[in-house]
């Protein structure tokens, strides 16, 4: 994993625990506070595809496997709220995300 990984982990634990202990159910300190990250690979640059290599690929594409890719790349949602839509959320010629799975 690369150190943003460990970090996101790290962030996400102190949070679940400082709630465990704000709502009674946690009786000692956060264990998270002393933990510390181990050494790891920094991130790399991810690659883009750029509008021509999109294209190619929603034409090779079955009609709906197209269309799941086209909202994905087109509208940057995360996966959860593409998994979420529906055809109430697509409005007056604008999609509305209206929640997330």
Excluded: C, Q
């Amino acid at each position: 994993m690369a150190k943003n990984t460990l970090k996101n982990i790290k962030s996400f634990l102190s949070a679940v625990f400082k709630h465990a202990r704000r709502t009674g159910v946690l009786d000692s300190p956060n264990p998270v506070v002393d933990a510390s990250l181990p050494s790891a690979r920094e991130a790399e640059d991810t690659y883009a595809y750029g509008f021509e290599e999109v294209t190619g690929m929603l034409m090779r594409l079955p009609l709906r496997s197209a269309a799941v890719v086209a909202v994905a790349v087109f509208t940057g949602l995360r996966k959860g709220e593409i998994s979420a839509l529906m055809w109430e959320h697509y409005r007056d010629g604008l999609l509305y995300v209206e929640k997330s799975k």
